[in-house]
């Protein structure tokens, strides 16, 4: 209840009650950009860029209680426009200088799973990191999304499918 009475308060400019709304979810918002961006100071630039155009398109919003569903769609739209726009290149020293032993192996895990991820289309790639690095209910995917619940489910299955193949996993053989 409290919710939709800031989003009421938001949409007719009060800055502040935006502000609380985006606070009240906060570690879900960085949890969400942190999936696409990988790093702290890119979440926290997506995020920024997400409360800007928030504020800039509150008023149409039409259901005050989709505020959140909303809001995290334009927090994947803002992820995807900044990795689209941005190229970066990292050596292998800077990376090696950055984390201790422990933390580079299991950096080598991720980056393996990665390179798995990376070979499936980007719409399974997607619904498996929402669905197993933040753990979101189908539902939540397929509202963020805006894709329906069946192809949530599909596009989960298959991508699953296509990861235990490309991992060797089991019963399938390396190719």
């Known amino acids: 209840m409290e919710t939709e009475s800031l989003v009421i308060k938001a949409k007719k400019g009060d800055k502040e009650a935006l502000v609380k709304l985006i606070m009240l979810k906060e570690q879900e918002y960085y949890k969400l950009a942190y999936i696409y961006m990988k790093n702290k100071e890119d979440s926290l630039d997506a995020m920024e860029d997400m409360i800007i155009l928030l504020y800039d398109k509150i008023h149409q919003l039409k259901k005050e209680e989709a505020f959140y569903s909303w809001s995290k769609t334009i927090l994947v739209n803002c992820c995807k426009k900044q990795l689209k726009n941005q190229k970066k290149f990292v050596s292998i020293d800077q990376i090696k200088e950055a984390f201790t032993?422990?933390?580079?192996?299991q950096k080598e895990d991720q980056l393996l799973l990665d390179k798995y991820l990376s070979q499936l289309k980007e719409q399974h790639?997607?619904?498996?990191?929402?669905?197993?690095?933040l753990d979101l209910e189908y539902e939540t995917i397929a509202s963020i999304l805006k894709i329906p619940l069946g192809t949530v489910k599909s596009?989960?299955?298959i991508g699953l499918k296509k990861l235990?193949?490309?991992?060797?996993?089991?019963?399938?053989?390396k190719g």
């Open 101 to 105: 032993e422990g933390e580079i192996e």
């Open 164 to 173: 235990k193949e490309s991992m060797g996993g089991e019963g399938y053989e």
């Open 125 to 133: 790639q997607e619904v498996l990191k929402l669905r197993y690095f």
């Open 155 to 157: 596009r989960l299955s």
